[in-house]
């Protein structure tokens, strides 16, 4: 009966679920990849506002510093 037609049944098995796991991983790599550039983007963009942030307040703060000193009376 047999025509030398073998079916590695085991084989089929494990290749449909490595292609199962394969497709269940996908979309878990694009979310890490997508958070992970995310965060690269977020990362330097808050830095950079941060600093600017101090920058602005240190500026007002000398103007104050030198509003004061014109207003206080000299000695």
């Known amino acids: 009966m047999s025509d030398g037609l073998k079916i590695d049944v085991s084989g089929t098995v494990n ?3 490595e292609a199962a796991g ?3 991983k996908l979309p878990l790599d694009l979310l890490n990849n ?3 550039t995310a965060v690269s983007v977020i990362e330097p963009a808050t ?3 941060a600093d600017l942030a101090l920058t602005i307040l240190n500026t007002l703060s000398q103007v104050l510093q030198n509003i004061a000193s014109v207003i206080a009376p000299k000695n």
């Open 34 to 36: 997508g958070v992970k």
């Open 15 to 17: 290749s449909l679920l």
């Open 22 to 24: 394969n497709i269940a």
């Open 47 to 49: 830095r950079t506002a």
